[in-house]
């Protein structure tokens, strides 16, 4: 499967984005989905994943109640709607996918999309 993250921009403290996660190759209905970022000088972290039925969804303590992870299986895509940006969101965002269970971990992703770039200015 080929994933293809997208959406990322500079945006001003307070601020939303949407980023998507574009899934194409094997069945994406299929697949289990998590969202990960890595700032400058620290390690990738989890932020967000959803089941392939979408029955099941998990944030990091960091992004609760300001970020929004779905998924479009009509459209092979995932999102991550962000709200209330602040500068420590500052990253690069993936998209990773499993076909077993929500991916939370580096090891647990089978497969990787290239990153988008978020940026939030104070």
């Known amino acids: 499967v080929q994933l293809q993250a997208s959406g990322g921009g500079l945006v001003q403290a307070g601020g939303s984005l949407r980023l998507s996660c574009a899934a194409s190759g094997r069945t994406f209905s299929s697949y289990h989905m998590g ?11 989890y932020v967000a994943g959803i089941s392939w039925s979408g029955g099941s969804i998990s944030y990091a303590d960091s992004v609760k109640g300001r970020f929004t992870i779905s998924r479009d299986n009509a459209k092979n ?11 420590e969101d500052t990253a690069t965002y993936y998209c990773a996918v499993n076909d077993r269970y929500i991916p939370r971990t580096l090891v647990s992703a089978d497969y ?5 770039q978020v940026t939030v200015s104070s």
């Not at 969202?35 to 972290?45: I, L, S, V």
């Open 35 to 45: 969202w990960f970022r890595q700032a400058p000088g620290k390690e990738r972290e």
């Open 77 to 87: 895509t995932w999102y991550l709607q962000m709200n209330s940006l602040k500068p």
């Open 112 to 116: 990787w999309g290239k990153g988008t």
